[in-house]
């Protein structure tokens, strides 16, 4: 199975990643090389197996439903780091999110 | 002309009554100022702080999943659903995408005097987005603010199979759902506040086909009865386009509510890769068996069950049972009267006709309620004993409703107890027939309405406290003589 370029212009894309020709080409090529080597599982016999939910052995715990005290000093200082227009009001701000879109009848 | 069979699958989803966000201590409480219930977690900041798993999140959701009768997952996992938009702090979304919390399990509709079952492909967890504020319209807001309080509240995700067959079977669906959830206490289940949001996946294929047609994605739909004419109106869409012969578009399209009519909203990003991969910062969870047993014991009985208990044991209408377990609140309250009045088919008159009416007049919940079931118990008792007669009964009911206080306390109070005299009632008889010597002939002249009219004035002048079944014996045999 050989990945092309076209698909690194895809992958790059969803991660929003400017790639020049050169870069396109070297991932390209480096792309095949991983996915070469995670290939090798396939000639594995795996049959009575159990497939891996997780890639650490660790098991989880669960917390208490119990709310904490808001940290207001910590929310303002993160607001005064965001390059927002209105962080004096508690806001973050973006620029238009419904670019891209067109509502049509 | 060609006839369509119509083929929906509803994708719903419920914000869980938890105290806290999903994976950390923030508070989930509604309404409260903007970014005031966030952290450095949920709002993806880096910093070395770990998801922590919030216990009742989970338990609720297995809680729903076998309320809903599905099998559950042996092990708890979360993966990560990678998309860029500005509601979503870390750049993807936590959910359980390889393994739902539960799977294969159904819900019971009730159509034309018939249960259906719509399949429930899967139950999931995952957690909520931030909201997006514009400024005035949406398109030509110069930026949009952001409120990341509800981020990271826990979500359930229903999705059905693509059984239903039409808006009223989706409005019934949801309906039942929402009772459901609301019985085993989950989720507040309001559409219009945003606690319970559905999508719908619509198309239609010719009558006895066996392959689907192109499906649109209907969304912004606020509550049951856009959700009934959004699809209603999606399906005589699609039917037009394919009477003419042409294809449908497979697109998201808006339900605009002001309009009456669905909009497609066109994406010039590229299509949908979420590029789903296990959490590696949340390992597996194992619920141990003894808490999946207290979980599955701490279900009370089900409007369903319930439904079948109404109508069996008690003998009542199945219409009067679906009211009366729609809601658990109302159903508990009935069986509370019960336990102090067994005659199921009286009360479900009175809690159908005068209790829902001054329900639904004051806009009043059950559980604020001020009448007690046994005061409504009371009350019954006090109309079979004919202290009171049966329309005095609905005023003092008015009364308790008003005032939460005992029926016997109001009418001893206004002095309503029923006059079962014969001797007073004779007295008050004869002088009604004295004063009416027309009405009285009119009667003997074969008009019976008469005698409806003497009746009426013995009442009046007894101001409604007769006992009704002796004015009419009584006043009968004077007039006759």
């Not at chain 2, 959910?95 to 799977?103: A, D």
């Not at chain 2, 009519?261 to 068996?289: E, G, H, N, W």
């Not at chain 2, 409703?401 to 004869?430: C, H, M, R, W, Y």
Request: charged letters at 30%; aromatic letters at 8%; a negative charge.
């Amino acid at each position: 199975m050989n990945v092309s370029k076209k698909e690194v212009e895809h992958v790059a894309a969803l991660a929003r990643l400017a790639l020049s020709e050169e870069e396109k080409i070297l991932y390209t090529d480096q792309f095949n090389v991983i996915l070469e080597y995670i290939h090798r599982l396939n000639e594995l016999n795996l049959e009575n197996i159990d497939p891996m939910t997780h890639v650490q052995q660790l098991r989880n715990v669960l917390r208490k439903d119990i709310a904490k005290g808001s940290e207001k000093e910590l929310v303002v200082r993160i607001l005064e780091e965001s390059p927002g227009k209105e962080k004096e009001k508690g806001f973050f701000s973006v620029p238009p999110v419904i670019e891209g879109f067109e509502m049509e009848e | 002309m060609q006839e369509f069979e119509t083929v929906i699958g509803l994708e719903v989803h419920v914000e869980l009554l938890t105290k806290t966000k999903m994976f950390c201590g923030c508070s989930t409480a509604f309404g409260a100022s903007p970014n005031t219930q966030v952290c450095p977690l949920c709002l993806g900041l880096p910093g070395g702080t770990v998801p922590e798993l919030n216990r009742k999140a989970i338990e609720y959701t297995i809680k729903a999943a076998m309320a809903l009768n599905c099998s559950i997952t042996e092990e708890i996992t979360f993966d990560r659903k990678n998309y860029f938009y500005a509601d979503l702090p870390k750049g993807y979304q936590i959910s359980q995408f390889f393994y739902p919390m539960g799977t294969g399990g159904y819900v019971e509709i009730h159509l034309n005097g018939s249960t259906k079952k719509i399949g429930i492909r899967q139950i999931h967890l995952e957690e909520d987005t931030g909201k997006l504020l514009h400024l005035g319209n949406i398109i030509s807001s110069p930026y949009s603010r952001v409120d990341f309080n509800r981020a990271g509240v826990p979500l359930v995700e229903i999705v059905t199979d693509p059984e239903v067959r039409s808006a009223e079977e989706a409005r019934l669906f949801l309906q039942k759902l929402r009772s459901i959830l609301r019985y085993i206490e989950i989720s507040d289940c309001k559409m219009e506040e945003g606690s319970m949001r559905c999508d719908a996946n619509i198309s239609l294929m010719p009558l006895g086909s066996k392959e689907f047609g192109n499906k649109t994605e209907l969304k912004n739909m606020n509550s049951f009865r856009s959700v009934y004419k959004g699809i209603e109106y999606e399906v005589e869409r699609q039917r037009n386009i394919l009477l003419e012969g042409a294809e449908v578009t497979p697109q998201t399209r808006h339900w605009d509510e002001s309009k009456g009519l669905t909009k497609a909203m066109r994406s010039k990003f590229v299509s949908a890769d979420y590029r789903c991969f296990p959490d590696p910062a949340i390992p597996p969870f194992d619920p141990p068996q003894e808490w999946l047993e207290e979980i599955r014991e701490s279900i009370p009985e089900l409007p369903d069950s319930r439904f079948t208990r109404f109508v069996r044991e008690y003998e009542l209408p199945p219409y009067d049972a679906e009211v009366l377990t729609g809601s658990r609140e109302m159903a508990d309250f009935f069986d509370a009267v019960l336990t102090l009045y067994n005659e199921p088919k009286n009360v479900s008159n009175w809690i159908m006709s005068e209790f829902l009416r001054l329900l639904n007049s004051t806009n009043t919940e059950i559980s604020e309620c001020r009448i007690k079931p046994e005061d409504l118990g009371e009350l019954l008792n006090l109309m079979d004993k004919e202290v009171i007669s049966g329309k005095i009964a609905k005023g003092v009911f008015e009364e308790m409703f008003a005032s939460g206080e005992k029926p016997e306390d109001i009418i001893k109070k206004k002095g309503l107890v029923q006059i079962s005299d014969e001797n007073t009632l004779s007295k008050i008889i004869d002088s009604v027939l004295e004063g009416n010597p027309s009405s009285v002939e009119d009667f003997h002249s074969g008009k019976n309405k008469a005698m409806g009219f003497l009746v009426g004035q013995v009442m009046k002048e007894t101001k409604g406290k007769a006992n009704p079944q002796l004015v009419n014996k009584l006043l009968k045999e004077k007039i006759e003589k």
